[in-house]
Structure formats: structure tokens, C-alpha cells
């Protein structure tokens, strides 16, 4: 069975400060990845997706990158937080792509103050 | 966002009560994902529905769609306390693209 592991599950960071949060998937051969962004009491923004290790496109522009260094290993990062990356992080993998099930993970709630 | 506005982003219901949310999308799409979200966790698909059905049932789930009026439905029958939760529902825009609509907070009052 798959599983997708999260980390950390909650982080509290100053602005301006870097973050690093990470997304592994275990029992899964390639998958598709991606990353969300959830305001609180809000919708889901697709943030990024990879379909193969060292490939990531953006979706959106949020001064976030991305990186998957590894088949199963997914981090999203900045350099510089803002006010405006407080929310929920929710990493996601499907067996492909073209509408097939996205399966996620447990999210990081970020707090930037 | 591809998603217009959902017809209803809360709903609160009693223990038994049937209930219906629904969604417009803007752009073609050859499935709608239903997702359930419960508080503080990630989304679950609970109901797939693809382009060539008119509605998808699976167990008291119901999801309808009607790609003419580019819009989809769910209903959940006799609805239970345990449903209460929030629910997305979502379309792939081709090339991994994901659109999740607003969402509904559906509570189920006992």
C-alpha cells in the first residue's frame, strides 16, 4: 500500500525567514506529485506538479519553488516568507495524470507572523 | 479559477435530510473529482464522475454531470452526523492542471 508522509506538520516562521517543507510517498514507482496552498476556511491553489524526478512546473507565482530530488521526494521552498504564505501545504500524488484520483497527505499549517 | 461561483458554501442540515451541492466550471474537462475534507486534514475523493456519465452512484452518494451547462452536482441521502465536513469538487484541465471549486461546509445537526 501507499503511503505519503508530510513534514513538518506545523511550522511557525518570522517574515522574511526561508522554509523548507517536505512530501515523500512510499510504495508508489513514479508518481505524479503536487503541491497545494489552502488559506484557512478557503479553497484548494494548485501550486506546482511533477510528473518525473527533477522536472517541477509552476502553476502559480507565489515567490515558492519547488524541487523533487528524488521518485519519491517533493519540497517546496522559499527563501523569503510573507505574511500572505500563512495556510495549509497539501502534497498530492497520482498514479498519472489526464483526471486520474489525487491522493493526499496529512498538510503542514504554516503560521508567518 | 476556472470554477465559478458554487450555488451554496453552507449548508446546514438535520440527521436524515437529503442534501444537494453543486458546481459550475468554466473550462473543458473530461472528469469532476468530489473530494471530502474533514477539519484539519487532507481531501478524499469520494466520488469520481468522467464525461460519458450522466451520474455515478456509490452507496448514498449521487454525483451527476451535465457537461452541456458545464456544470456537476452532488447529493448525499439521508445524511449522517458523520458527514458533516467540507466538500470540493475539482476538474483537470489537461496537462495536470487541477481547478478546485470553492467548497461547502456541510454540517449535519443530530
Known sequence: AQTIHQWPVAEIKAVGSPLSLGCTIKGKSSPNLYWYWQATGGTLQQLFYSITVGQVESVVQLNLSASRPKDDQFILSTEKLLLSHSGFYLCAWSHWGGGAEQFFGPGTRLTVL | ?110
Not at chain 2, 452518494?61 to 458523520?82: H, K
Not at chain 2, 458533516?84 to 495536470?96: E, I, S
Request: proline share 2%; with cysteine.
Open chain 2, 1 to 110: 479559477s476556472q470554477w465559478g461561483e458554487e450555488n451554496l458554501q453552507a449548508l446546514s442540515i438535520q440527521e436524515g435530510e437529503d442534501v444537494t451541492m453543486n458546481c459550475s466550471y468554466k473550462t473543458y474537462t473530461t472528469v469532476v473529482h468530489w473530494y471530502r475534507q474533514d477539519s484539519g486534514r487532507g481531501p478524499a475523493l469520494i466520488i469520481l464522475i468522467r464525461s460519458n456519465e450522466r451520474e455515478k452512484r456509490s452507496g448514498r452518494l449521487r454525483a451527476t454531470l451535465d457537461t452541456s451547462s458545464q456544470s456537476s452536482s452532488l447529493s448525499i441521502t439521508a445524511a449522517q452526523c458523520e458527514d458533516t465536513a467540507v466538500y470540493f469538487c475539482a476538474t483537470d484541465a489537461g496537462n495536470n492542471r487541477i481547478f478546485f471549486g470553492d467548497g461547502t461546509q456541510l454540517v449535519v445537526k443530530p
